[in-house]
């Protein structure tokens, strides 16, 4: 996270966050939510005591992947998370992480008009290509927030490793310079990516085949 004064970061997040016109976009239910404040929240650290519950809960996951099925509105959350993540904006990086890691199990073969190009895109297809153009700045975060910090991210990498195996390299190398629960919980991650990997040459997930 960058040094700054409270007032510039809450200005600079508002900027990312207001310049999406969130309700032109439903979600997978159909409804058109202004995710503004939710999102300031989160990047802020501020959410309320009754939705800070546990790792990927509450309404805002819901918006972004309902039941495995994303809407119109995750394609620009995807957008706005990686503008946030790439400015070092978020109090907690691992928020933002959270927001990102639950397409590891959601996608929607519908189409829409891509807000930024004005092209129809297959709507899974344009949010992975935004997670895959966006590797560097997980892989920036790997290597410089301690494991026990980053669940989400750590997750979020185990889903891109068996497209991009170069992952597990840079784990391997982050664990060697880590000891005690930190290095713990990275080994532990690298096997599991090392065993996705080897799944998904068995049984191949599609996904994978999406290039940035």
């Known amino acids: 996270m960058t040094t700054m004064d409270k007032a510039a970061r809450i200005a600079s997040v508002r900027s990312i966050v207001e310049a999406v016109r969130w309700t032109d976009f439903p979600d997978a239910l159909g409804a058109r939510v202004d995710l503004t404040e939710q999102l300031v929240q989160i990047a802020l650290d501020e959410r309320p005591p009754e939705i800070v519950r546990y790792y990927c809960s509450g309404p805002m996951y819901n918006h972004i992947c309902c039941q495995g099925s994303m809407g119109e509105i995750t394609l620009p959350v995807t957008r706005t998370v990686n503008q946030l993540i790439a400015a070092d904006l978020a109090v907690k990086p691992d928020l933002l992480y959270e927001l ?60 891109l490793s068996p497209k991009y195996p170069e992952i597990i390299d840079h784990a391997t190398r982050r664990a060697a310079l880590l000891d005690g629960d930190g290095r713990t919980i990275l080994e532990a991650k690298i096997t599991q990516m090392r065993i996705g990997l080897e799944d998904d040459k068995a049984d191949h997930d599609y996904r994978y085949d999406i290039e940035p």
């Open 100 to 159: 990102l890691e639950v397409h590891s199990s959601s996608w929607t073969e519908s189409e829409m008009v891509d807000p930024d190009s004005g092209e129809r895109v297959v709507m899974w297809e344009a949010v992975f290509r935004e997670i895959y153009r966006h590797k560097h700045l997980y892989l920036r975060d790997l290597h410089r927030l301690q494991p026990s910090e980053c669940p989400a991210l750590l997750d979020l990498l185990l889903l």
